[in-house]
């Protein structure tokens, strides 16, 4: 069984970063791409951000592109998410998640494991 674990959120200004952090159980983690998605009151999960088995292709929403960083290091079963620029928007419960796949995508269905959630929360 695969576990993932999500910390880092919490609350910050407009203008400023966090990292999330997303640890993870089991032995085949480099074998699958991560993705982060987010889900804010009211609203359907979100795509935010992939990155493929090895690291080499990252993949971003457009509403991030340029402010996150989505990032993985195999060795240590963990994948982060370091968020820029943050702007109240953003406020949402982010979530870690693991595909099915080498390579992952846009659509949550493409995913089979997750994480519990973080809360970040931007105030204007």
């Known amino acids: 069984q695969v576990q993932l674990v999500e910390s880092g959120g919490g609350l910050v200004q407009a203008g400023g970063s966090l990292r999330l952090s997303c640890l993870a159980s089991?032995?085949?983690?480099?074998?699958?791409?991560m993705g982060w998605f987010r889900q804010a009151p009211g609203k359907e999960r979100e795509f935010v951000a992939t990155?493929?088995?090895?690291?080499?292709?990252?993949v971003y929403a457009d509403s991030v592109k340029g402010r996150f960083t989505i990032s993985r290091d195999n060795a240590k079963n963990a994948v982060y998410l370091q968020m820029n620029s943050l702007k109240p928007e953003d406020t949402a419960v982010y979530y870690c998640?693991?595909?099915?796949?080498?390579?992952?995508?846009?659509?949550?269905?493409?995913?089979?494991?997750w994480g519990q959630g973080t809360q970040v929360t931007v105030s204007s």
């Open positions: 998640a693991r595909a099915r796949k080498l390579v992952g995508n846009r659509d949550p269905y493409d995913y089979n494991y």
């Open positions: 089991g032995r085949t983690f480099s074998n699958y791409a």
């Open positions: 990155i493929n088995w090895i690291g080499g292709i990252t």
